[in-house]
């Protein structure tokens, strides 16, 4: 089976920073895209930045300029660089990996949710 296991989150001011670390372990042959979300209390989960396995990235307009999403492909890693955090950024942060399974389609897992709280 494919384990996801968040690191990382925690209590912050605003301005601060905080790293995300996210290590997949198991049955792994490779993964795909991986990525981080965010759910706030009461509101939906959102995307906050994906990444390829060749690099490429995307992010949430909320966190362009603020937050950098990097992987270790020799390490099953994602990692998750948030600078200038403020009060609008606490929630629960959950990551991604989507891995090829010997159907041929790839299947996502999740990993359990790290909490993120900056005060103002």
């Known amino acids: 089976q494919v384990q996801l296991v968040e690191s990382g989150g925690g209590l912050v001011q605003a301005g601060g920073s905080l790293r995300l670390s996210c290590a997949a372990s198991g049955s792994i042959f490779s993964i795909n895209g991986m990525g981080w979300y965010r759910q706030a209390s009461g509101k939906q989960r959102e995307l906050v930045a994906v990444i390829t396995r060749s690099g490429s990235t995307n992010y949430a307009d909320s966190v362009k300029g603020r937050f950098t999403i990097s992987r270790d492909n020799a390490k099953n890693t994602v990692y998750l660089q948030m600078d200038s955090l403020n009060p609008e950024d606490t929630a629960v942060y959950y990551c991604?990996?989507?891995?090829?399974?010997?159907?041929?389609?790839?299947?996502?897992?999740w990993g359990q949710g790290t909490q993120v709280t900056v005060s103002s």
């Open positions: 991604n990996a989507d891995i090829p399974q010997p159907t041929g389609y790839s299947r996502r897992y």
